[in-house]
């Protein structure tokens, strides 16, 4: 039984589920990295920000994209499944995601917000993401029409 | 509405692009375009600033598109924005790949015939745009000569020098001379227009003599011209009399006609180089269900290297050309071979083909060990023919009878081909110019 490939980590979430993890899978959320290297893990680590629901499809594509005997491709068609979630969901793996510094989900993630931005208008966006519209109507015209960023 | 009492903090349940950090928000607003990140800045006023950030924001923007071609801090000595260089950098990047040099006016060097292959590529700060032309050492080796820097200055205009004669071996210091004095007194300074996307013009700056209506650096629609890209030449001709007949010479309104006449033949004296235009290669490179398409070279039977177009056209044929150093347009070539289908012959092939195939001459660098095996082993096979002459159909069948047929493309597994003709023996194994955007075997001119 060798032992550093096989070290495992107790992960908590906010509402006191444990998971259990191989460490390798798991040091690639910095955060986790951090505590293992500076030996700061206590057993389990909490993860005070981010409930199980979650915790458990971070863990689904943290553990997928660790296996190595998968190619570039392969782990790309996973993410095109992972992702096809209510968007609601996938805001709040962004959150989680940004708190445990995990890079590769997070630019997964963001492409795909983005993306599905491209095709709202406005009036969704802020619905979406619960913006709320601080614009007079006159400004908001003036807004829309000088448009200075977007190119013919 | 559940609350969780582990997230003291959070009472509401729906989450507000607000509530997140500012590194998230910058994150997902960097995957948008210019005009995706205008329309998000009408969501609420809050975001305007966030959307005008331009160390964070437009930095990212550049940054994923171009960042691992070059680099974006050295661009205009640093100075200019990153929204400005966003701009710029989305109308230079239709440059990069392979262009033919047209109707060639200007002399080359001595040394060696105008190339007509001219090939851009991302540099540190600026474009560099490079003729390739066929080594003459009988390898595969390409010469690239770089001639044209597209850069800009720290003002974020247009900056772009010319080497027609290859004089200089250009280091990035060279480039940097602030004090322009190298620059202006070695190299003929040129302005580069966009007509659309496939089609680019370079003449000479002639500063205050310069031109009354230079078409602006900026792209026109391009939908108009992706489909003018490969088109027969007369509409490139008709293009470039447009564009001579729109240019107004100096002086305009008031000024005496014999006034004009003199500015202009100043002009035409201090002119060192004529207007060139350059159109676009589209299709340079092999694809799934077109194998055969794009830039090759190959060692012809004269034992010299040449480069080859091979074009797949809308009724399911496929032409070979060279690629040479003529200046007539590539249509008016007669084609190296052709076909009028594109089919491949699946194996196993007859025992008369493999007998045409095996007594077969690979042509290839007597200097090199090139193993023809190296390309792995036939895979299919295609008829091609050369001449346009009339091919007498099989009436028996669809197929043209292959004794009619005047040779074979032979592709190999490893995906290159090669082909040869029944009225002699050899086969010239073509190789690819370039790979994922890089040029294969490039050396630099020799005598510098």
């Known amino acids: 039984m060798s032992s550093s490939e096989e070290r495992k980590l107790i992960l908590k979430s906010s509402d006191n589920e444990e998971f259990v993890v191989k460490e390798s899978s798991a040091v690639q959320c910095l955060t986790i990295k951090n505590l293992v290297e500076d030996r700061c893990v206590s057993d389990p680590i909490p993860l005070a920000n981010v409930d199980s629901k979650i915790l458990a499809l971070v863990i689904e594509f943290m553990e997928k994209h660790a296996e190595t005997t998968l190619s570039n491709s392969e782990k790309k068609e996973f993410d095109v499944e992972f992702v096809k979630k209510p968007f609601d969901d996938l805001l709040e793996l962004i959150l989680a995601a940004n708190y445990l510094d995990f890079r590769e989900l997070m630019d997964v993630l963001c492409n795909t917000c983005a993306k599905q931005m491209e095709n709202w208008s406005v009036e969704e966006v802020r619905e979406k993401f619960n913006i709320q519209n601080d614009y007079t109507v006159e400004e908001e015209k003036a807004a829309r029409a000088e448009n200075p960023w977007a190119f013919e | ?448």
């Not at chain 2, 009472?11 to 590194?23: C, G, H, I, M, R």
């Not at chain 2, 292959?117 to 540190?124: A, D, S």
């Not at chain 2, 480039?175 to 013009?201: A, T």
């Not at chain 2, 790979?435 to 510098?448: F, V």
């Open chain 2, 1 to 448: 509405m559940e609350v969780n009492c582990q997230d003291s903090e959070e009472t509401v349940f729906a989450l507000s692009f607000s509530d997140f950090p500012e590194d998230v928000q910058l994150c997902i607003l960097s995957f948008l375009d210019p005009s995706e990140l205008a329309s998000f800045a009408c969501t609420s006023k809050k975001f305007v600033s966030l959307c005008r950030d331009d160390q964070r924001l437009w930095f990212s923007l550049c940054d994923r598109r171009w960042g691992s071609c070059t680099h974006l801090k050295r661009w205009g000595h640093g100075k200019i924005s990153y929204k400005v260089l966003y701009r710029i950098l989305r109308e230079y990047e239709n440059l990069i790949g392979f262009w033919r040099r047209c109707g060639i006016t200007n002399i080359a060097s001595v040394n060696s015939p105008p190339a007509s292959l001219v090939y851009f590529e991302w540099g540190p700060f600026y474009v560099s745009g490079s003729m390739i032309s066929p080594s003459k050492n009988g390898s595969y080796e390409v010469i690239r000569s770089p001639f044209l820097w597209v850069s800009i200055t720290s003002k974020g205009e247009p900056m772009n020098y010319l080497d027609p004669e290859g004089r200089f071996d250009f280091t990035d210091d060279l480039l940097m001379d602030s004090e322009k004095g190298f620059l202006e007194n070695e190299l003929i300074r040129v302005n580069v227009s966009f007509m659309g996307k496939c089609h680019v013009v370079v003449e000479e700056n002639l500063g205050s003599f310069g031109h009354g209506k230079v078409p602006s650096s900026g792209i026109a629609s391009g939908e108009e011209y992706q489909n003018g890209c490969g088109s027969p030449p007369d509409r490139l001709m008709s293009e470039i009399y447009q564009y001579l007949a729109n240019r107004t010479s100096p002086g305009g309104n008031g000024v005496s006609r014999r006034q004009r006449r003199r500015e202009k033949e100043k002009q035409e004296k201090l002119r060192k180089w004529e207007p060139e235009h350059f159109v676009k290669i589209v299709n340079c490179s092999p694809t799934l269900s077109r194998p055969l398409q794009g830039l090759w070279k190959g060692i012809c039977d004269d034992m010299s290297l040449d480069f080859y177009l091979v074009s797949y056209d809308d009724i399911g044929g496929i032409a070979c050309r060279k690629v040479g150093e003529s200046s007539r347009p590539l249509s008016l070539h007669a084609p190296v071979f052709w076909s009028s289908s594109t089919t491949f012959i699946e194996p196993p092939r007859s025992p008369e083909e493999y007998h045409i195939y095996s007594n077969r001459m690979h042509l290839r660098p007597p200097a090199e060990s090139y193993d023809s095996g190296d390309n792995g082993a036939v895979s299919h096979m295609l008829l091609i023919n050369s001449s346009y002459d009339l091919v007498i159909p099989d009436i028996a069948g669809p197929t043209t009878n292959p004794r009619q047929c005047e040779g074979r493309i032979w592709q190999y597994e490893n995906g290159t081909f090669g082909f040869g003709f029944l009225r002699d023996n050899y086969i010239i194994d073509l190789k690819h110019i370039a790979k994922n955007g890089h040029l294969l075997d490039a050396i630099e001119p020799c005598n510098g």
